[in-house]
Each structure stands twice: as C-alpha cells, then as structure tokens.
C-alpha cells in the first residue's frame, strides 16, 4: 500500500506507476527484450543470421548517425574483435540504456521501433508492452510510437481520493492500489471490488445509513447530480452481476490493467467528490 510519504504528498504517487521515471527492474526488462529479440541474432560467421546481422550493422549506423549524433568514424564493431575488446557498440548501447534519463530510454526504444529495419517488430512490441504492464509504467506502444496511458490528472485523482478522512474509505482504496501496483502478482479483479467497496463505504457514511446498499444510500445523499448518482450505480451493477466480479471470483475474468485502473481512478474521484458536495 502507499507509504506515509507517498499519501501525504512527499513522496509522488507518480512513482507507483512509473510515470516521468524508469527504475532499474523496469530497465532490465526491457533491455533483455531487445537483447534476445535483436541484439542475441548478430553473428557474422552463421549463414543463417548474417542477413541479420546486416540489418543490425546498418540499423546501429543510423543509430550513430540520426540519435546519438555521433561521427560515424568513431562507431565501434558491434562485438569485440579480440579478447579484452571493451570498446564495443554493444556496452555503449548498454551503458547508455541503464543510465539515461526515463525519456531518453523511450525515445531510443521508439527509434528503434522506427528503424526501416524492422528489427523490433509487431511481437516484440507486444512483448515490450506486457513488461510495461507489468511494471507499472505509465506508457505503451500503440503502434510504432510510445504513448502515456496513465497522466498526471489521473494520478492526481488517487491522491485526492487517498486523502479522505475515514480510514474505512482510505483502506479500501489503498488495498485497490496495491493490488494493481503489484509488480509480482496483480490481482485486477480484486483491485476493481476494493474501490468500488470504497464508494459503498463513502456512501454509507454520507448517507448516515451503515448497513444500506449503494443505491439506497446514493438516494440519501443530498447535493448529488441524479445523473451521477444513475452512473455509479449502474457501475456497481456491473461488479455486481453474475459476469461481474463479486460473484465469479474463483472463476476468471476478462479484467485488465486498464480496467482496473479506470475503476480506481473514477472510484477515487468519486469519494473524493461526495466529501466536497457534503461541505
């Protein structure tokens, strides 16, 4: 769950998603995906992996020449040549990756998927995509371009939501969070029921009604837009029903990272705003 630092504003909730920032698992991962989709094919002596190994050659000069600026007579050999060869393109583009700024790392991995080579192909970019789940970052390729699926307004509307005064509301949202910022094992379908369980329990405490349904207690609340009130309650039908995610839980369900963090986002705003119209 969020740390004292993170809930009150001294350390950004922005970290939990990796947005502005690239950390060194995160990092890891994706450099072993370039590794064995691109940089593990290149063998000059293997008949079979030398047009490859051209693609390569002719994809680092650009690289070189287009986004490192650099003079082409300075380009090292890919690998070494003799034994204790460290001046090799490979650790440069190694070095680079581990050290540069968060959107350096995403503008080279965008080059490469760029690149007329087409080394980085449509798997790759898949692949590259589910570690980027998996890690929490804010970005995605869609297509051949890196986009941000997660933004500082969204971010902004946990952290209000974070900052609600009873600790019953807090604790569901917090449980909500972890489970979707678990880099090991997110648990989405659960991460949905915890922030929707957050509203039901905002609701019931604005309403004064502890053991009301959301829909009753919505009706209880003064100062509420219908419109609003129709909106989560037909959300709440949703986790609710026979396909939703209270009743199938030992069954699986089609819910995804987005899913999940449309339902906290929208959940934290939520709460966040029946404390405001309350006041």
């Known amino acids: 769950m969020p740390r004292f630092s993170q809930r009150y504003g001294y350390l950004p909730l922005e970290k939990a998603f990796q947005r502005e920032s690239a950390d060194e698992s995160l990092r890891t991962k994706l450099w072993n995906v370039l590794k ?13 992996l030398q047009e490859t190994t051209s693609k390569i050659d002719e994809m680092l000069r650009r690289l070189w020449f287009n986004f490192f ?50 080394l980085l192909g449509d798997e790759a970019r898949g692949w590259i995509n589910n570690v980027l789940e998996e890690q929490n970052a804010a970005y995605r390729f869609v297509g051949e371009e890196i986009v941000e699926i997660t933004d500082k307004q969204e971010i902004g509307a946990i952290e209000k939501g974070l900052e609600y005064p009873e600790k019953a509301v807090r604790t569901h949202l917090e449980t909500a969070l972890r489970m979707l910022s678990d880099k090991q094992s997110p648990d989405y379908r659960n991460s949905v029921k915890e922030s929707i369980s957050a509203v039901e329990a905002a609701c019931r405490l604005e309403s004064g009604k502890e053991n009301a349904t959301l829909g009753d207690a919505l009706k209880k609340i003064q100062n509420i837009h219908p419109a609003l009130s129709r909106a989560f309650n037909q959300l709440y039908g949703y986790t609710s029903d026979a396909s939703g995610v209270r009743h199938s839980l030992i069954d699986e369900p089609n819910i995804t990272y987005a899913d999940a963090k449309f339902m906290l986002v929208a959940c934290s705003a939520f709460v966040s705003y029946l404390k405001t119209s309350s006041t």
């Open 69 to 118: 600026n650099h003079d082409l007579d300075s380009l090292p050999n890919f690998l070494p040549q003799y034994h204790g060869d460290n001046k090799t393109a490979y650790l440069f583009l190694k070095k680079f990756f581990f050290s540069c700024d968060w959107f350096e790392l995403y503008d080279f991995i965008e080059h490469i998927s760029r690149d007329p080579s087409d």
């Open 36 to 48: 064995v989709a691109i940089w593990d094919n290149y063998n000059p002596h293997e008949y079979r």
